[in-house]
């Protein structure tokens, strides 16, 4: 069972009052109106830099096809990010494109937004969400290579990429393949419906959790992603496990975040990205607003194999 053991130096806002994350839930100083509501896109001046040399760097964005301004600002922030925090790679947590899916579709709600990155050869990786139609495994700048789940290795890190959408047992029995000869040091999955989450619009995806937790927990699955709620949030450990909800890029519900005892750290007030970067025994994270303000940032230590049982 992973180690559920968190060091945390973060600040972060639920609604109208902020919240520092691992202290108990009493008010400080409400947040002000601009960074609630930025009109604008500034440099971002607050990233940290990677703390470890051989790290692997990546970013992560969920339910961002949507072509909106707010989606531009992200990829902007990001781009900006990049240039203190050199990420490898993007991790997409669902819901793509949204509404019509024509070639200029994904001119407007991709490759747009992202073209800095892409133009610098930073490769993104989908996972497939509800508004999506499953033929965008076959979008080459999506790098699921035609699979509706598909699995892929960064340095000392494992990806697993589910479709939440159908778990059937195809997928599971993939999964458990894949994830039982998995050497890696890091487990990493993600998809679009959060095993757990506070959101008042959709809440956790329970059925969903009885059918691939067991199996994060088999295996060691270190962290875990997704998206679908328009909000950030970090849940605390479960079984070992660190979840993250990522789905506020360019899609926002303000004030959907139901503080209760799963929740770590939560911002539903303003759109997000998250950077991570995974070092030999830590991971470090920070979560960006679309004005370059930190949300929330920590470091998470690589918990325990789980022991294998004795034949």
Do not use: C
């Amino acid at each position: 069972m992973r180690a559920s053991r968190l060091l945390l130096a973060s600040t972060l806002s639920i609604g109208t009052l902020a919240y520092v994350a691992g202290s108990p839930a009493s008010p400080i100083a409400a947040p002000t109106a601009a960074m609630q509501r930025p009109a604008a896109a500034p440099a971002a001046t607050q990233v940290t830099p990677p703390r470890e040399q051989d790290s692997v760097r990546f970013a992560v964005i969920g339910d961002t096809g949507t072509g909106t301004s707010s989606q531009y600002q992200i990829g902007e922030q990001m781009t900006t990010a990049r240039q203190v925090f050199p990420f490898e790679f993007v991790i997409m947590l669902g819901d793509n494109i949204y509404g019509s899916e024509r070639p200029q579709d994904f001119v407007s709600k991709f490759e747009k937004p992202y073209k800095a990155l892409l133009d610098a050869k930073v490769p993104f990786y989908a996972s497939l969400g509800n508004h999506d139609d499953p033929t965008q495994r076959y979008y080459k700048p999506f790098n699921m290579g035609g699979e509706r789940f598909y699995t892929f290795a960064k340095g000392s890190a494992r990806f697993f990429v589910l479709d939440s959408n159908y778990m059937d047992q195809a997928q599971l029995k993939w999964l458990e393949e894949q994830l039982s000869r998995a050497t890696d040091r890091w487990k990493i999955a993600y998809f679009h419906h959060p095993l757990y989450s506070s959101g008042e619009k959709h809440g956790s995806e329970v059925d969903l959790r009885t059918q691939v937790e067991p199996l994060f927990i088999k295996y060691g699955v270190d962290i875990v992603f997704a998206g679908h709620e328009h909000f950030y949030e970090r849940i605390k450990p479960q079984n070992g496990i660190y979840y993250f909800i990522e789905g506020g890029s360019a899609k926002l519900r303000k004030g959907d975040i139901r503080t209760g005892p799963l929740t770590a750290a939560g911002f539903d007030t303003d759109f997000t990205f998250m950077l991570a970067e995974l070092g030999k025994d830590t991971m470090h994270f920070q979560v960006l607003s679309r004005n370059g303000k930190p949300i929330d940032s920590g470091a998470l230590p690589l918990g325990e194999e789980p022991k294998k049982a004795e034949r």
